[in-house]
Protein backbone atom coordinates (compact mmCIF):
# COMPACT_ATOMS: atom_id res chain seq x y z
CA UNK A 1 0.00 0.00 0.00
CA UNK A 2 1.45 3.65 -0.81
CA UNK A 3 2.64 5.54 1.84
CA UNK A 4 0.22 8.51 3.21
CA UNK A 5 1.94 11.45 4.92
CA UNK A 6 -0.03 12.77 7.74
CA UNK A 7 0.42 16.00 7.23
CA UNK A 8 0.06 18.62 4.07
CA UNK A 9 3.22 20.26 2.75
CA UNK A 10 2.99 23.85 2.87
CA UNK A 11 4.72 27.38 1.16
CA UNK A 12 6.30 29.99 2.44
CA UNK A 13 3.07 32.29 2.06
CA UNK A 14 1.37 30.25 4.35
CA UNK A 15 4.32 30.60 7.03
CA UNK A 16 4.88 33.55 9.50
CA UNK A 17 7.91 34.51 11.63
CA UNK A 18 7.14 35.26 15.20
CA UNK A 19 9.48 38.30 16.72
CA UNK A 20 11.88 37.45 19.53
CA UNK A 21 13.63 40.34 22.01
CA UNK A 22 15.92 42.99 20.27
CA UNK A 23 18.87 44.14 22.12
CA UNK A 24 19.76 47.89 20.90
CA UNK A 25 22.80 46.41 19.33
CA UNK A 26 20.52 44.57 17.08
CA UNK A 27 20.54 46.54 13.88
CA UNK A 28 20.74 45.86 9.99
CA UNK A 29 24.43 47.02 9.86
CA UNK A 30 25.38 44.69 12.09
CA UNK A 31 23.93 41.67 10.60
CA UNK A 32 26.27 39.64 8.39
CA UNK A 33 24.80 37.76 5.81
CA UNK A 34 27.78 35.35 4.92
CA UNK A 35 26.87 31.92 4.67
CA UNK A 36 28.54 28.85 3.50
CA UNK A 37 28.50 27.13 -0.69
CA UNK A 38 30.08 24.30 0.06
CA UNK A 39 30.68 21.47 2.77
CA UNK A 40 33.17 21.53 5.32
CA UNK A 41 34.44 19.62 8.41
CA UNK A 42 33.21 20.69 11.77
CA UNK A 43 35.47 23.33 13.26
CA UNK A 44 37.14 24.19 9.58
CA UNK A 45 35.92 26.84 7.19
CA UNK A 46 34.00 26.48 3.85
CA UNK A 47 36.32 26.31 1.00
CA UNK A 48 33.91 28.88 -0.48
CA UNK A 49 31.24 30.99 1.14
CA UNK A 50 29.19 34.06 0.07
CA UNK A 51 28.63 37.15 1.20
CA UNK A 52 24.86 37.41 0.37
CA UNK A 53 22.64 34.14 0.81
CA UNK A 54 21.69 34.15 -2.87
CA UNK A 55 22.29 32.30 -6.21
CA UNK A 56 20.80 33.04 -9.55
CA UNK A 57 19.15 29.97 -11.17
CA UNK A 58 20.99 27.85 -13.74
CA UNK A 59 18.63 29.43 -16.61
CA UNK A 60 19.14 30.42 -19.97
CA UNK A 61 16.92 33.57 -19.35
CA UNK A 62 18.72 34.04 -16.25
CA UNK A 63 22.15 33.55 -15.69
CA UNK A 64 24.73 34.74 -18.33
CA UNK A 65 28.21 36.06 -17.97
CA UNK A 66 26.80 39.88 -17.11
CA UNK A 67 24.63 38.52 -14.74
CA UNK A 68 27.49 36.86 -12.86
CA UNK A 69 29.56 39.51 -12.51
CA UNK A 70 26.78 41.74 -11.44
CA UNK A 71 26.12 39.45 -8.58
CA UNK A 72 29.54 38.26 -7.81
CA UNK A 73 30.11 42.33 -7.12
CA UNK A 74 27.23 42.06 -4.83
CA UNK A 75 28.25 38.98 -2.85
CA UNK A 76 26.82 36.41 -4.45
CA UNK A 77 27.01 33.68 -6.70
CA UNK A 78 25.70 32.83 -10.33
CA UNK A 79 25.58 29.46 -11.80
CA UNK A 80 26.14 30.01 -15.85
CA UNK A 81 23.15 27.94 -17.40
CA UNK A 82 24.13 24.45 -19.29
CA UNK A 83 21.49 24.52 -21.97
CA UNK A 84 23.74 25.80 -24.47
CA UNK A 85 26.99 24.07 -26.49
CA UNK A 86 30.21 23.15 -23.70
CA UNK A 87 32.67 26.03 -25.78
CA UNK A 88 29.60 29.09 -25.45
CA UNK A 89 29.22 27.97 -21.44
CA UNK A 90 32.77 27.83 -21.01
CA UNK A 91 33.61 31.19 -22.78
CA UNK A 92 30.89 33.09 -20.75
CA UNK A 93 32.92 31.27 -17.34
CA UNK A 94 35.99 32.65 -18.89
CA UNK A 95 34.68 36.29 -19.53
CA UNK A 96 33.74 36.50 -15.58
CA UNK A 97 37.48 35.03 -14.42
CA UNK A 98 38.77 37.06 -16.95
CA UNK A 99 36.91 40.40 -16.22
CA UNK A 100 39.35 42.57 -13.98
CA UNK A 101 36.78 44.96 -11.87
CA UNK A 102 37.57 48.34 -13.20
CA UNK A 103 39.15 47.40 -16.31
CA UNK A 104 36.20 47.32 -19.22
CA UNK A 105 36.87 46.01 -22.81
CA UNK A 106 36.08 48.99 -25.16
CA UNK A 107 32.78 48.00 -27.53
CA UNK A 108 32.87 51.41 -29.41
CA UNK A 109 35.70 51.14 -31.06
CA UNK A 110 36.94 53.31 -34.75
CA UNK A 111 39.29 53.24 -37.61
CA UNK A 112 41.30 56.59 -38.43
CA UNK A 113 39.70 56.51 -41.59
CA UNK A 114 36.12 56.75 -40.51
CA UNK A 115 34.49 59.50 -41.09
CA UNK A 116 32.90 62.41 -38.46
CA UNK A 117 29.14 61.24 -39.96
CA UNK A 118 30.13 57.47 -38.37
CA UNK A 119 31.26 58.29 -34.89
CA UNK A 120 28.27 60.53 -34.38
CA UNK A 121 26.30 57.35 -35.69
CA UNK A 122 28.19 55.26 -33.34
CA UNK A 123 27.47 57.72 -30.28
CA UNK A 124 23.99 57.64 -31.41
CA UNK A 125 23.77 53.88 -31.52
CA UNK A 126 26.40 53.03 -28.27
CA UNK A 127 25.59 56.12 -25.69
CA UNK A 128 29.07 56.27 -25.42
CA UNK A 129 31.71 59.15 -26.17
CA UNK A 130 34.98 57.08 -25.56
CA UNK A 131 35.85 55.66 -28.73
CA UNK A 132 39.69 54.05 -29.28
CA UNK A 133 40.51 54.55 -32.80
CA UNK A 134 42.74 51.28 -33.42
CA UNK A 135 44.30 49.92 -36.54
CA UNK A 136 41.34 47.21 -37.63
CA UNK A 137 38.74 49.02 -35.33
CA UNK A 138 38.71 46.18 -32.63
CA UNK A 139 38.49 46.29 -29.01
CA UNK A 140 42.18 44.99 -29.05
CA UNK A 141 43.92 46.41 -32.31
CA UNK A 142 47.00 48.32 -32.35
CA UNK A 143 46.04 51.70 -30.52
CA UNK A 144 46.42 54.97 -32.72
CA UNK A 145 44.49 57.24 -30.94
CA UNK A 146 41.64 58.58 -28.46
CA UNK A 147 38.43 60.81 -29.82
CA UNK A 148 35.96 61.90 -26.77
CA UNK A 149 33.28 64.29 -27.30
CA UNK A 150 36.02 67.13 -26.53
CA UNK A 151 37.37 66.27 -29.95
CA UNK A 152 35.05 67.59 -32.25
CA UNK A 153 32.82 70.43 -32.53
CA UNK A 154 29.85 69.32 -34.78
CA UNK A 155 28.58 72.70 -35.59
CA UNK A 156 32.08 73.63 -37.12
CA UNK A 157 33.22 70.57 -38.86
CA UNK A 158 32.16 68.88 -42.33
CA UNK A 159 30.45 65.01 -41.59
CA UNK A 160 33.21 64.45 -44.09
CA UNK A 161 36.19 64.79 -41.75
CA UNK A 162 38.60 61.54 -41.23
CA UNK A 163 39.01 60.33 -37.46
CA UNK A 164 42.54 60.55 -38.41
CA UNK A 165 42.37 64.97 -38.50
CA UNK A 166 40.46 65.51 -34.73
CA UNK A 167 41.75 62.31 -32.70
CA UNK A 168 43.67 62.35 -30.28
CA UNK A 169 47.06 60.87 -31.46
CA UNK A 170 48.28 58.10 -29.68
CA UNK A 171 51.84 60.54 -28.93
CA UNK A 172 49.81 62.47 -26.71
CA UNK A 173 47.96 59.95 -25.25
CA UNK A 174 48.23 59.06 -21.42
CA UNK A 175 48.54 55.05 -21.34
CA UNK A 176 48.55 52.59 -18.64
CA UNK A 177 49.85 48.87 -19.19
CA UNK A 178 49.28 45.61 -18.56
CA UNK A 179 50.97 44.99 -15.49
CA UNK A 180 48.94 48.29 -14.05
CA UNK A 181 46.62 47.74 -10.89
CA UNK A 182 43.58 49.85 -10.20
CA UNK A 183 45.27 51.61 -7.91
CA UNK A 184 48.41 52.80 -10.14
CA UNK A 185 45.61 53.42 -13.19
CA UNK A 186 43.98 55.41 -11.24
CA UNK A 187 47.27 57.39 -10.11
CA UNK A 188 47.26 58.33 -13.58
CA UNK A 189 43.34 59.19 -13.71
CA UNK A 190 44.33 61.59 -10.67
CA UNK A 191 47.90 63.09 -11.70
CA UNK A 192 46.71 63.64 -15.34
CA UNK A 193 43.08 65.17 -14.85
CA UNK A 194 42.01 62.19 -17.41
CA UNK A 195 37.96 61.21 -16.90
CA UNK A 196 39.41 57.73 -18.98
CA UNK A 197 42.61 55.68 -19.38
CA UNK A 198 43.39 53.08 -22.10
CA UNK A 199 45.35 50.21 -20.86
CA UNK A 200 47.79 48.51 -23.98
CA UNK A 201 50.19 46.00 -23.54
CA UNK A 202 53.73 45.71 -25.12
CA UNK A 203 52.87 45.51 -28.48
CA UNK A 204 50.85 49.01 -28.24
CA UNK A 205 47.48 46.70 -28.74
CA UNK A 206 44.44 47.94 -26.69
CA UNK A 207 43.64 45.81 -23.98
CA UNK A 208 40.70 48.15 -21.67
CA UNK A 209 39.92 51.34 -20.47
CA UNK A 210 39.37 52.03 -16.90
CA UNK A 211 37.19 55.06 -16.09
CA UNK A 212 37.41 57.59 -13.64
CA UNK A 213 33.61 57.13 -12.41
CA UNK A 214 34.11 53.07 -12.24
CA UNK A 215 36.69 53.61 -9.79
CA UNK A 216 33.93 55.59 -7.37
CA UNK A 217 31.52 52.16 -7.98
CA UNK A 218 34.35 49.80 -7.54
CA UNK A 219 35.22 50.95 -3.92
CA UNK A 220 31.19 50.78 -3.17
CA UNK A 221 30.89 47.32 -3.29
CA UNK A 222 32.13 46.13 0.41
CA UNK A 223 30.53 42.65 -0.55
CA UNK A 224 32.11 41.78 -3.39
CA UNK A 225 33.27 38.14 -4.28
CA UNK A 226 36.63 37.50 -5.10
CA UNK A 227 38.60 34.40 -5.24
CA UNK A 228 42.22 34.61 -4.09
CA UNK A 229 43.77 36.08 -7.88
CA UNK A 230 41.22 38.53 -6.77
CA UNK A 231 39.04 37.38 -9.83
CA UNK A 232 35.05 37.52 -9.59
CA UNK A 233 33.65 33.77 -8.64
CA UNK A 234 31.46 32.01 -10.88
CA UNK A 235 29.25 28.50 -11.08
CA UNK A 236 27.96 27.04 -13.17
CA UNK A 237 25.71 24.00 -14.60
CA UNK A 238 26.51 20.64 -15.69
CA UNK A 239 24.19 18.09 -16.75
CA UNK A 240 24.69 13.67 -15.67
CA UNK A 241 25.03 13.31 -19.47
CA UNK A 242 28.26 15.00 -20.78
CA UNK A 243 30.01 15.92 -17.80
CA UNK A 244 33.22 14.07 -19.00
CA UNK A 245 33.44 16.28 -21.49
CA UNK A 246 32.24 19.75 -20.39
CA UNK A 247 33.41 19.48 -16.49
CA UNK A 248 36.89 19.86 -18.15
CA UNK A 249 35.93 22.22 -19.97
CA UNK A 250 34.77 24.50 -17.10
CA UNK A 251 36.92 23.83 -14.79
CA UNK A 252 39.69 25.01 -17.51
CA UNK A 253 37.78 28.39 -18.24
CA UNK A 254 38.31 28.76 -14.54
CA UNK A 255 34.34 27.56 -13.07
CA UNK A 256 35.05 27.82 -9.02
CA UNK A 257 31.83 25.63 -8.64
CA UNK A 258 29.55 23.53 -10.22
CA UNK A 259 26.01 22.18 -9.74
CA UNK A 260 24.23 19.41 -11.19
CA UNK A 261 21.18 21.12 -12.75
CA UNK A 262 18.10 18.77 -13.15
CA UNK A 263 14.41 18.73 -11.97
CA UNK A 264 14.68 15.42 -9.79
CA UNK A 265 18.16 14.71 -7.79
CA UNK A 266 17.31 11.53 -6.51
CA UNK A 267 18.58 9.34 -8.93
CA UNK A 268 21.62 7.19 -10.24
CA UNK A 269 23.09 9.26 -12.82
CA UNK A 270 23.60 12.03 -10.28
CA UNK A 271 25.35 9.29 -8.35
CA UNK A 272 27.52 8.45 -11.65
CA UNK A 273 27.99 12.20 -11.76
CA UNK A 274 29.37 13.01 -8.68
CA UNK A 275 31.55 9.92 -8.60
CA UNK A 276 32.97 10.46 -12.24
CA UNK A 277 34.20 14.07 -10.76
CA UNK A 278 35.39 12.31 -7.56
CA UNK A 279 37.69 9.63 -9.23
CA UNK A 280 39.13 12.63 -12.09
CA UNK A 281 39.27 15.64 -9.56
CA UNK A 282 38.92 14.30 -5.73
CA UNK A 283 37.63 16.88 -3.51
CA UNK A 284 39.31 19.79 -5.86
CA UNK A 285 36.04 20.65 -8.04
CA UNK A 286 33.25 21.49 -5.83
CA UNK A 287 29.98 20.31 -6.89
CA UNK A 288 26.60 20.83 -6.08
CA UNK A 289 22.94 18.21 -6.54
CA UNK A 290 19.83 17.87 -6.41
CA UNK A 291 16.95 18.74 -6.31
CA UNK A 292 15.35 16.44 -3.95
CA UNK A 293 12.29 17.54 -1.25
CA UNK A 294 12.89 14.52 1.65
CA UNK A 295 14.88 13.30 4.07
CA UNK A 296 16.04 10.18 1.77
CA UNK A 297 16.75 12.46 -1.34
CA UNK A 298 19.04 14.27 1.03
CA UNK A 299 20.91 11.52 2.35
CA UNK A 300 21.26 9.84 -0.69
CA UNK A 301 22.86 12.81 -2.56
CA UNK A 302 25.16 13.78 0.96
CA UNK A 303 26.42 9.77 0.52
CA UNK A 304 27.31 10.85 -2.91
CA UNK A 305 29.38 13.37 -2.08
CA UNK A 306 27.39 16.75 -2.89
CA UNK A 307 29.08 19.31 -1.98
CA UNK A 308 25.64 21.53 -1.64
CA UNK A 309 22.36 20.11 -2.11
CA UNK A 310 19.23 21.93 -3.89
CA UNK A 311 15.81 21.92 -2.04
CA UNK A 312 12.67 21.76 -4.85
CA UNK A 313 10.28 20.48 -6.84
CA UNK A 314 7.56 21.87 -8.80
CA UNK A 315 7.63 25.86 -6.37
CA UNK A 316 9.52 27.72 -9.60
CA UNK A 317 7.23 30.51 -11.17
CA UNK A 318 7.71 29.53 -14.33
CA UNK A 319 7.40 25.70 -13.73
CA UNK A 320 4.19 23.35 -14.23
CA UNK A 321 5.73 19.77 -13.42
CA UNK A 322 3.12 19.40 -10.74
CA UNK A 323 0.34 20.32 -12.98
CA UNK A 324 2.30 18.00 -15.65
CA UNK A 325 3.27 15.04 -13.58
CA UNK A 326 2.12 15.46 -10.18
CA UNK A 327 4.95 15.56 -8.13
CA UNK A 328 6.74 17.51 -5.77
CA UNK A 329 6.14 19.36 -2.56
CA UNK A 330 5.33 22.71 -0.41
CA UNK A 331 8.50 24.14 -0.28
CA UNK A 332 8.78 25.29 2.69
CA UNK A 333 7.87 21.78 4.15
CA UNK A 334 10.85 20.56 1.82
CA UNK A 335 13.36 22.55 3.46
CA UNK A 336 12.30 22.12 6.87
CA UNK A 337 12.76 18.46 6.31
CA UNK A 338 15.52 18.53 4.59
CA UNK A 339 17.38 21.01 7.04
CA UNK A 340 16.54 18.83 9.58
CA UNK A 341 17.96 15.56 7.74
CA UNK A 342 21.19 17.89 7.17
CA UNK A 343 21.21 18.79 10.79
CA UNK A 344 21.53 14.82 11.57
CA UNK A 345 24.25 14.36 9.46
CA UNK A 346 26.09 17.19 10.61
CA UNK A 347 25.52 15.56 13.89
CA UNK A 348 26.93 12.17 12.91
CA UNK A 349 29.63 12.84 10.78
CA UNK A 350 30.77 16.26 11.37
CA UNK A 351 30.02 17.29 7.74
CA UNK A 352 27.80 20.59 7.25
CA UNK A 353 26.45 20.17 3.87
CA UNK A 354 24.99 23.55 2.82
CA UNK A 355 21.63 23.82 1.33
CA UNK A 356 19.69 26.04 -1.37
CA UNK A 357 15.82 26.54 -1.47
CA UNK A 358 15.52 26.21 -4.65
CA UNK A 359 12.49 27.88 -6.73
CA UNK A 360 8.97 29.77 -5.26
CA UNK A 361 10.53 33.16 -3.76
CA UNK A 362 7.80 35.18 -4.42
CA UNK A 363 8.28 38.56 -1.73
CA UNK A 364 11.74 39.24 -0.39
CA UNK A 365 10.31 37.62 3.05
CA UNK A 366 10.09 34.03 1.37
CA UNK A 367 14.17 34.61 1.67
CA UNK A 368 14.61 34.80 5.39
CA UNK A 369 11.84 32.66 5.84
CA UNK A 370 13.87 29.77 3.85
CA UNK A 371 17.11 31.14 5.66
CA UNK A 372 15.24 30.72 9.53
CA UNK A 373 13.55 27.40 8.24
CA UNK A 374 17.26 26.05 7.93
CA UNK A 375 18.20 27.05 4.21
CA UNK A 376 22.05 27.91 3.64
CA UNK A 377 20.81 30.16 0.84
CA UNK A 378 18.45 29.89 -2.12
CA UNK A 379 18.43 29.83 -5.88
CA UNK A 380 16.27 32.51 -7.62
CA UNK A 381 15.37 32.82 -11.06
CA UNK A 382 12.14 35.07 -11.27
CA UNK A 383 14.09 37.43 -9.32
CA UNK A 384 17.00 38.21 -11.04
CA UNK A 385 15.36 37.84 -14.47
CA UNK A 386 13.66 41.11 -14.06
CA UNK A 387 16.84 43.44 -14.02
CA UNK A 388 18.73 45.09 -16.13
CA UNK A 389 21.52 42.60 -16.28
CA UNK A 390 19.63 39.26 -17.23
CA UNK A 391 19.91 38.16 -20.82
CA UNK A 392 16.78 38.86 -22.31
CA UNK A 393 14.94 41.24 -24.28
CA UNK A 394 13.30 44.16 -22.47
CA UNK A 395 10.49 44.98 -24.04
CA UNK A 396 7.56 47.40 -23.68
CA UNK A 397 4.24 45.39 -23.11
CA UNK A 398 0.71 47.03 -22.51
CA UNK A 399 2.46 50.42 -21.39
CA UNK A 400 4.89 48.67 -19.06
CA UNK A 401 8.56 47.59 -19.62
CA UNK A 402 8.55 43.59 -18.96
CA UNK A 403 11.56 41.44 -19.34
CA UNK A 404 11.05 37.93 -20.94
CA UNK A 405 11.66 34.66 -18.97
CA UNK A 406 11.36 31.14 -19.62
CA UNK A 407 11.86 27.91 -17.87
CA UNK A 408 14.34 25.48 -18.57
CA UNK A 409 11.60 22.69 -19.07
CA UNK A 410 9.56 24.52 -22.18
CA UNK A 411 9.68 24.17 -25.02
CA UNK A 412 11.22 27.21 -26.24
CA UNK A 413 14.55 26.30 -23.85
CA UNK A 414 14.29 22.30 -24.69
CA UNK A 415 17.05 21.44 -21.72
CA UNK A 416 16.32 18.14 -22.46
CA UNK A 417 19.26 16.91 -20.09
CA UNK A 418 17.77 18.88 -16.91
CA UNK A 419 14.06 16.43 -17.23
CA UNK A 420 14.84 13.27 -19.69
CA UNK A 421 15.18 10.41 -17.11
CA UNK A 422 16.77 8.34 -19.83
CA UNK A 423 16.76 6.90 -23.32
CA UNK A 424 14.44 9.38 -25.15
CA UNK A 425 17.54 12.38 -25.45
CA UNK A 426 14.54 14.48 -26.16
CA UNK A 427 11.86 17.22 -24.50
CA UNK A 428 8.92 14.70 -24.73
CA UNK A 429 6.50 17.21 -23.10
CA UNK A 430 6.84 20.99 -21.43
CA UNK A 431 7.74 21.20 -17.77
CA UNK A 432 7.66 25.23 -17.92
CA UNK A 433 6.29 28.33 -19.34
CA UNK A 434 7.62 30.90 -21.52
CA UNK A 435 6.45 34.27 -19.87
CA UNK A 436 7.00 37.95 -19.28
CA UNK A 437 8.18 39.38 -15.83
CA UNK A 438 8.07 43.52 -15.07
CA UNK A 439 11.11 45.22 -15.34
CA UNK A 440 12.68 45.96 -12.23
CA UNK A 441 15.53 47.84 -13.00
CA UNK A 442 19.75 47.53 -11.35
CA UNK A 443 20.65 43.91 -9.75
CA UNK A 444 22.51 46.16 -7.36
CA UNK A 445 19.75 48.30 -6.12
CA UNK A 446 17.36 45.85 -6.09
CA UNK A 447 19.68 42.82 -4.21
CA UNK A 448 20.46 46.05 -1.40
CA UNK A 449 17.00 46.91 -0.61
CA UNK A 450 15.77 42.69 -0.52
CA UNK A 451 19.58 42.27 2.27
CA UNK A 452 18.15 44.67 3.94
CA UNK A 453 15.01 43.41 4.49
CA UNK A 454 16.31 39.98 5.55
CA UNK A 455 18.65 42.04 7.91
CA UNK A 456 15.77 44.01 9.00
CA UNK A 457 14.02 40.98 10.09
CA UNK A 458 16.72 39.50 11.47
CA UNK A 459 17.13 42.15 13.66
CA UNK A 460 13.42 41.77 14.85
CA UNK A 461 13.97 37.89 15.63
CA UNK A 462 17.08 38.96 17.69
CA UNK A 463 19.90 37.25 15.12
CA UNK A 464 23.05 39.05 14.15
CA UNK A 465 23.80 35.72 11.79
CA UNK A 466 21.60 33.41 9.64
CA UNK A 467 23.11 30.56 12.30
CA UNK A 468 21.30 32.65 14.73
CA UNK A 469 18.08 33.12 12.41
CA UNK A 470 17.88 29.14 12.48
CA UNK A 471 18.56 28.97 16.05
CA UNK A 472 16.19 31.76 17.26
CA UNK A 473 13.45 31.65 15.03
CA UNK A 474 10.16 31.03 15.81
CA UNK A 475 8.05 30.47 13.24
CA UNK A 476 3.76 29.91 12.85
CA UNK A 477 2.10 28.41 9.91
CA UNK A 478 -1.21 30.62 9.47
CA UNK A 479 -4.75 30.55 8.91
CA UNK A 480 -6.41 31.30 5.69
CA UNK A 481 -8.00 34.35 6.84
CA UNK A 482 -4.93 35.70 8.79
CA UNK A 483 -3.48 35.57 5.17
CA UNK A 484 -5.89 38.17 3.92
CA UNK A 485 -5.35 40.38 7.27
CA UNK A 486 -1.41 40.45 6.38
CA UNK A 487 -2.29 42.12 3.24
CA UNK A 488 -3.72 45.88 3.20
CA UNK A 489 -7.20 45.25 3.42
CA UNK A 490 -10.22 47.23 3.83
CA UNK A 491 -8.51 50.40 2.22
CA UNK A 492 -8.50 51.55 -1.18
CA UNK A 493 -4.86 51.55 -2.04
CA UNK A 494 -3.64 54.43 -4.37
CA UNK A 495 -0.26 53.12 -5.72
CA UNK A 496 -0.28 48.82 -6.00
CA UNK A 497 2.67 48.88 -7.79
CA UNK A 498 5.03 50.20 -5.34
CA UNK A 499 3.75 46.97 -3.02
CA UNK A 500 5.58 44.45 -5.34
CA UNK A 501 7.72 42.82 -3.32
P1 LIG B 1 11.70 30.85 -9.54
O1 LIG B 1 12.76 31.56 -8.78
O2 LIG B 1 10.44 30.66 -8.76
O3 LIG B 1 11.42 31.50 -10.87
O4 LIG B 1 12.23 29.36 -9.81
C1 LIG B 1 13.45 29.10 -10.45
C2 LIG B 1 13.72 27.61 -10.40
O5 LIG B 1 12.72 26.89 -11.14
C3 LIG B 1 15.01 27.17 -11.05
O6 LIG B 1 16.13 27.36 -10.24
C4 LIG B 1 14.76 25.70 -11.34
O7 LIG B 1 14.98 24.87 -10.22
C5 LIG B 1 13.28 25.68 -11.64
N1 LIG B 1 12.99 25.63 -13.09
C6 LIG B 1 13.62 26.27 -14.11
N2 LIG B 1 13.01 26.02 -15.29
C7 LIG B 1 11.99 25.21 -15.02
C8 LIG B 1 10.98 24.60 -15.83
O8 LIG B 1 10.88 24.79 -17.04
N3 LIG B 1 10.13 23.77 -15.17
C9 LIG B 1 10.20 23.54 -13.84
N4 LIG B 1 11.09 24.12 -13.03
C10 LIG B 1 11.98 24.95 -13.62
Redesign the pocket.
Known sequence: MAFYYDQPSHTFSEYLLVPGYSSSECIPSAVSLRTPLVKYKKGEEPAIAMNIPMVS???QSVSDDKMAVALAKEGGVSFIYGSQSIESQAAMVARVKNHKAGFVVSDSNITPDMKLSQVLELVARTGHSTMPVTEDGTANGRLLGMVTSRDYRVSRMSPETLVSEFMTPFDKLIVGHEQDTLSDCNDLIWEHKLNQLPIIDENQHLLYLVFRKDYATHKENPDELLDSSKRYIVGAGINTRDYAQRVPALIEAGADVLCIDS?EGFSEWQKRTIAWIRARYGDEVKVGAG?VVDREGFRFLAECGADFI?V?I????????RETKGIGRGQATAVIEVAKARDEYFEQTGIYIPICS?????YDYHITLALAMGADFV?????F?RFEESPTAKLMVNGTYVKE??????NR?RNWQ?YDLGGAQKLSF????DSYVPYAGTLKENVNLTCYKIKSTMCNCGALSIPELQQKARLTLVSATSIVEGGAHDVIVKDKSSRNN
Open positions: AIMSNKGGGGSICITDGGIVMLGRYSYWGEGSAREEGV
